[in-house]
């Protein structure tokens, strides 16, 4: 249900998308809401059909509804609230007298402050397994206020009120809703799940080399090596420096020819202040006009990195050409593989402008809701600055997504592949365009613990590919902390190590030994799982599936499930309980009702829904299968290039009644709209009657010469005689009594055909 409230004698902003989001109706007898209105005073009451259950009730206060402040109250139909994005807290919100404020800001989490993102959306578990979900379509400046009664008011200092509410009736139906209207996220590279590696504090060719090579010499995984901006050029985006850098282009390729990718950072603030005619970028920006103006028509010029800076005006058509042309002239130069967009709420390191900014109702508005600084235009730009749209007042929270949308749009041009994008402010639709990292993480255990929530919340938003700076960026690591933290991280979607330059070093290589092992572990873990984990990002590309999932989206009816934060699962059937102590060696784990398979071995644990104490050295990271599921795997290796020419096989979660079923999506890993153009593969594994088959729904030939190597199939309740793998006994079989787990290795059945894997009890 959709409500739109706003002043039909003078125009206001109102937000607009960016385009391509396909709008459905819904049919009159699909509708799960009856409404109630009256006018004097105004207010609406939304009912659930189904039980009379009231969902919103904006009677409870009055709307205000003036030029710069527009106030609408409701009841909450339960206190189990997620979601209103970037804040640094739990799962489910504090509905003590909380304060939320949505403004972008460059700002390290930590609580009671407003961050890089802004997500005005809210999901609330409701009673018997139901679920709804609030989106205000406003860029302004929100606060909402969260009360214990359970009430919630939103407060926006300007645009207008416009309401959607998603009816569910389950939490996954109320997140698909959503994305129908900001957009379902794109698909992201097959290469961009494996692990990335990245310091700001890498200040030479030669010491970026190094360190890809050291990770290649203690074997661990390594897809993607990044730089922060110490390759620019006087801290200069789209240069390079010719002595620290000069064979960037040189290194770059060698990478590409080692089976790895090469990203780098680009921040959006373009130097002003170069001599004219020596930096294409700003000389041809100014020609083209793309760049900010402040109040009185000239050019804003902020400070970052470079010194004083213009800002690019993204909403300006003739900006993403002009971006599209300085990616294009630089990447013929660096072909690097993907871009990370930082700074980008935007960031500025003066208030406003060099100049300042004029008095005003924009600079300082009648209310201006609790943000970092005090005011809106603090380590930011001029509220009254011009952008093409309208001013930044209104369009502020929208920089990052205009960013990325022109940036996805760019590379797709620029290299004709799928891009990757990974931007640290975002809005509602920036999954469609780039992935999120949760920016500048501490190293230390409550910020690892926080990070959980900070990614499922993404989820929730659209934003699948999302996860923190392994380790922690800000402070020093430490062994054990690195250790776990690389354990979380290899469950994170999106796997990067990033460091902060004055810190301790933190690669994977400078551990000791064991640590090394536990940490080698963790990624081969992860690579071995990619094929499961890029069918996952299939389904959220073209159903908007969660990938990293809440407990309570998956068991919306268990109640116990309804403020975990400390475990999550992958898809709908692994489990992954992470340790988030330290001097770890046990942890309370909450397991659903069913048969839980530990990853590792097969061992059964036989849950009603109870928490169960497990062992948790720190060599192991605590992930379990759920009955009735099939997951599929790949033999890791050093890169993606070479892991996905591997063998596969199949972890496969009998049910009590013998049964699982599970997919694998499958194509090279790179080309554009290979679901819209039918250029995949698609396998249904099904397991039955002590077998399981395979069936190729769709091929392409994208699995053409890869086998299926082996099988694990937890939950056989006795040895069997033999096996049979497409009519032929397999002699390389092994039954563990204790934990009921057949493995079956040395098979090479064709993954591209049907096969059939049976044993005989």
Not at 10 to 19: I, N
Not at 385 to 396: E, F, M, V
């Amino acid at each position: 249900m959709r409500v739109k409230l706003k002043d039909p004698s003078s125009q206001r902003y109102e937000v607009k998308l960016p385009p391509g989001v396909h709008q459905r109706k819904t049919a009159d007898e699909d509708v799960l809401y009856s409404t109630e209105y009256q006018c004097d005073p105004f207010g609406f009451i939304i009912r659930r059909k189904s039980n009379g259950r009231v969902i919103m009730n904006t009677t409870v206060a009055p709307l205000l509804f003036a030029d710069q402040y527009l106030q609408l109250s409701t009841a909450l139909a339960s206190p189990h609230v997620s979601g209103l994005g970037e804040h640094y807290t739990s799962l489910l919100l504090d509905l003590n007298w909380t304060s939320l404020t949505l403004w972008n800001r460059d700002m390290a989490p930590h609580a009671d402050a407003n961050l890089y993102g802004s997500h005005p959306f809210y999901i609330v578990q409701e009673q018997d397994g139901l679920a709804h979900g609030v989106f205000l379509l406003n860029s302004n400046a929100i606060e909402v206020v969260l009360q214990p009664t359970p009430a919630l008011t939103w407060v926006a200092i300007g645009g207008i009120l416009d309401l959607y509410v998603f009816l569910g009736p389950d939490p996954q139906s109320v997140i698909r809703q959503y994305l129908r209207v900001i957009g379902f996220p794109m698909m992201p590279p097959y290469w961009s799940l494996g692990f990335h590696l990245c310091r700001w504090g890498y200040t030479t060719t030669i010491t970026t080399r190094r360190v890809a090579q050291r990770m290649r010499n203690a074997t661990f995984p390594m897809d993607v090596q990044w730089n922060d901006l110490d390759y620019a050029n006087k801290d200069r985006v789209f240069t390079f420096d010719p002595w620290r850098f000069g064979d960037l282009p040189e290194m770059v390729e060698e990478f590409h020819k080692s089976g790895m990718k090469y990203i780098l950072i680009l921040d959006p603030g373009i130097s002003s202040t170069s001599p004219p005619g020596t930096y294409s970028p700003f000389d041809d920006g100014l020609k083209r006009d793309v760049f900010i103006k402040n109040a009185t028509g000239h050019l804003l010029i902020g400070k970052v990195w470079p010194g004083p800076t213009a800002f690019p005006d993204f909403t300006n058509p003739e900006t993403g050409r002009w971006w599209e042309d300085c990616i294009r002239d630089f990447h013929s130069m660096v072909p690097v593989d993907g871009l990370w967009i930082d700074m980008n709420e935007p960031a500025s390191f003066v208030q406003g402008s060099l100049e300042g900014c004029p008095d005003g109702d924009l600079e300082n508005p009648p209310y201006t809701p609790r943000v970092v600084g005090g005011k809106l235009n603090s380590g930011t730009l001029c509220m009254s600055a011009r952008q093409k749209l309208s001013t930044h007042y209104n369009l502020h929270n929208m920089y990052g997504l205009t960013e990325a949308c022109a940036t996805h749009s760019a590379l797709v041009k620029v290299r004709g592949k799928r891009p990757f994008v990974l931007s640290r402010s975002s809005f509602p639709g920036i999954g469609r365009f780039s992935a999120v990292w949760t920016g500048d993480v501490r190293s230390d255990w409550e910020q690892l613990r926080y990070s959980i929530p900070a990614v499922l919340r993404f989820g929730l938003f659209g934003v699948p590919l999302v996860g923190a700076d392994v380790c922690g960026f800000g402070g020093n690591t430490n062994e054990e902390l690195c250790v776990r933290w690389m354990q979380l991280g290899a469950f994170y979607p999106f796997m990067r190590n990033h460091n902060d330059k004055s810190n301790a070093p933190q690669e994977p290589y400078v551990f000791g030994q064991k640590a090394q092992a536990a940490m080698r572990s963790a990624l081969n873990l992860r690579y071995s799982l990619l094929p499961f984990l890029y069918t996952l990002f299939h389904h959220a590309h073209i159903s908007a599936a969660t990938v990293a999932r809440p407990l309570f989206m998956e068991f919306p009816s268990d109640d116990n499930c309804r403020a975990v934060d400390s475990q999550f699962l992958w898809g709908s059937s692994l489990l992954i309980s992470p340790a988030l102590e330290r001097g770890a060696v046990e942890l309370a784990a909450y397991l659903p009702s069913g048969t839980w398979y530990s990853l590792h071995d097969g061992q059964p644990f036989y849950s009603k829904g109870q928490y169960l104490l497990l062992p948790a050295p720190l060599d192991t990271i605590n992930a379990h299968v759920r009955e009735g599921h099939i997951l599929p795997q790949q033999e890791p290796a050093l890169t993606t290039t070479a892991s996905r020419r591997n063998p596969f096989f199949l972890t496969v979660a009998l049910s009590a009644g013998g049964w699982a079923h599970g997919d694998l999506f499958w194509d090279d890993g790179d080309t554009l709209n290979t679901f819209e153009t039918g250029n995949y593969c698609y396998v249904i594994f099904t397991a039955g009657q002590a077998q399981v088959v395979s069936y190729p729904t769709k091929l392409n030939g994208a699995l053409d010469g890869l086998v299926l190597g082996g099988l694990h199939v937890f939950g056989v309740p006795s040895p069997p005689l033999y096996v049979v793998a497409n009519g032929e006994k397999v002699r390389d079989f092994t039954y563990r009594s204790d934990t009921k787990l057949l493995t079956v290795t040395d098979i090479a059945l064709p993954m591209s055909e049907v096969f059939t894997v049976q044993w005989a009890l």
